[in-house]
């Protein structure tokens, strides 16, 4: 990692503009990188695809996040192991150092039963950071919260060597995202910076929207010595037009570099 953090944009943050689209912002708008999520656009799916726009534009890859998600678990198959091996072979393809990988669900349970000593096995066999992020318990209305994950939603409880932050997500959880940080320490090595409101959904807010305290958070990564990368990860899939996403992906651009103290390129 180098002695400042990269600040990057991932593809999701451009929804429902592709993967294409998200490498042109992010050259357009002067962010750092790009985290690659792995989707249903068949061009993330794509190494040769992602490498050739990562040249084109002139903009790293950072980081990719695996497919993971409800709605990707049929992309690269259904074994979540192949689809980690394969975002770690696109990862070292296209020059990144994170996979970013979720928890199992509760319902995966031989994935789950070997997943803390099956990251740390690829890790040391691929040399890259699987960076487990925070995820949150199910809840409905005020109902009490269900664990969906297994060992558990929280990786800072885990004995993982590297870990990631997702802010909307530690909203749902109502997470203090800075003692999370301080409990991880230096196994911290991505953050997706976004902002949640405390509601049931997965908002991804534009930073400094919501009530989790991004600009303390990312002050105290700035002052704890964070050289890992910070990933705006926003939902823009609202906005009313191209001059609206514009507009968030710039204040959030900002509202990162201002507040971990780095300059624009």
């Known amino acids: ?10 593809t999701a943050s451009v929804y429902p503009e592709s993967t294409a689209h998200a490498f042109g912002w992010a050259a357009q708008l ?68 994170v996979v970013v990988v979720h928890p199992p669900f509760r319902w995966q349970k031989d994935y789950a039963a070997g997943f803390v000593e099956g990251i740390a096995s690829l890790e040391a066999r691929t040399g890259i950071a699987f960076a487990v992020e925070n995820m949150y318990p199910w809840r409905a209305s005020s109902r009490r919260g269900m664990e969906m994950y297994l060992p558990g939603w929280d990786p800072s409880d885990e004995a993982y060597a590297n870990t990631t932050i997702d802010l909307s997500h530690a909203a749902i959880a109502r997470s203090d995202v800075i003692a ?10 991505h953050v997706h910076l976004t902002d949640g409101s405390g509601s049931a959904k997965d908002e991804h807010l534009v930073p400094g929207r919501g009530i989790m305290r991004a600009a303390e958070l990312l002050e105290h ?38 507040h971990l103290g780095v300059t624009t390129p």
């Open 30 to 97: 002067a962010y750092d990188a790009v985290e690659v999520m792995v989707g249903i656009d068949s061009l993330s799916q794509q190494v040769d695809a992602v490498r050739r726009l990562s040249e084109h534009h002139e903009v790293p890859v950072c980081a990719v996040h695996a497919p993971c998600l409800l709605f990707t678990q049929r992309v690269w198959g259904t074994d979540p192991w192949v689809k980690l091996e394969k975002s770690a072979e696109m990862a070292a393809t296209v020059g990144a150092d």
């Open 221 to 258: 990564l700035a002052g704890s010595g964070f050289s890992g990368h910070v990933v705006l990860e926003i939902n823009t899939r609202r906005a009313a037009d191209r001059a609206e996403r514009e507009a968030d992906l710039v204040e959030s651009l900002e509202f990162a570099r201002s």
């Open 1 to 10: 990692m180098g002695a400042t953090p990269l600040v990057g944009l991932s």
């Open 180 to 189: 999370m940080a301080a409990r991880m320490g230096d196994r911290l090595r």
